[in-house]
């Protein structure tokens, strides 16, 4: 079945630095893959996601990439803010007659130093 | 805005009880799905339902059980609640056909 490995598992940076997570996926039947943001006591929110027919999305301060060859997508967050502090996880759909599953990396926390 | 409500934010239970997570959704979606969430570990996939009274098992069904008597309505049940099974639960809802899943707050069980 699908497998996603995501890196790093945290990361600092600097209030108004970039900041860059990126994510493995296996099977390359998955054809989504979006990213969640999940603050302090509350459950994940989408944030943005990709499909296989596109390389890249950008949505304000957030960009996706994805390359389907390398079978790896990254998130990009550039001129960070504290409020983008947070877990991220990405994803990727299950692949071929997976239905809406959804197979999730392991997660990063963001922190951002004002 | 899509609601997914989780009946308890936090629940502390003993070993060997049986205990009901229950999750509601008002979007009229189709699909219902229960992850558990574990540092370092991210969100693994217990039981999902495409349909009322269909289920199917995810990538770590042992110890848990669900129902799915309403379309609304996914519950997550552990017979015998177990240490191993303190974690994070949160359940996610989401449209038939389409891949985007909406999350509830999630509730954080702790079993003594």
């Known amino acids: 079945g699908e497998n996603v490995e995501q890196h790093p598992s945290t990361l600092s940076v600097q209030e108004g630095d970039s900041a860059v997570i990126k994510c493995t996926y296996s099977?390359?039947?998955?054809?989504?893959f979006p990213w969640y943001k999940q603050e302090l006591g509350k459950g994940p929110q989408l944030i943005i996601d990709i499909r296989s027919n596109v390389g890249e999305k950008k949505d304000q301060r957030i960009a996706v990439t994805l390359n389907k060859t390398a079978k790896h997508f990254s998130l990009h967050i550039t001129e960070t803010q504290p409020e983008d502090s947070a877990v991220y996880f990405c994803?990727?759909?299950?692949?071929?007659?997976?239905?809406?599953?959804?197979?999730f990396g392991q997660g990063t926390e963001l922190s951002v130093k004002p | 805005d899509v609601k997914v409500t989780q009946s308890s934010r936090y629940l502390v239970k003993r070993t060997g009880e049986k205990v009901f997570l229950e999750c509601v959704q008002d979007?009229?979606?189709?699909?219902m799905f229960w992850y558990r969430q574990d540092p370092g570990l991210g969100l693994r996939l217990i039981y999902f339902s495409y349909d009322v009274k269909m289920k199917e098992k995810g990538d770590i069904p042992e110890g848990y059980s669900v129902s799915r008597e309403k379309k609304e309505r996914f519950s997550l049940i552990l017979e015998s609640a177990s240490t191993n099974q303190t974690s994070m639960y949160l359940c996610?809802?989401?449209?038939?056909?389409?891949?985007?899943?909406?999350f509830g707050p999630g509730t954080r069980l702790t079993v003594l």
């Open positions: 099977d390359s039947a998955s054809n989504y």
């Open positions: 994803a990727a759909s299950g692949g071929r007659n997976q239905g809406g599953k959804l197979i």
């Open positions: 996610a809802s989401g449209g038939g056909g389409a891949y985007e899943q909406f």
């Open positions: 979007m009229d979606h189709e699909n």
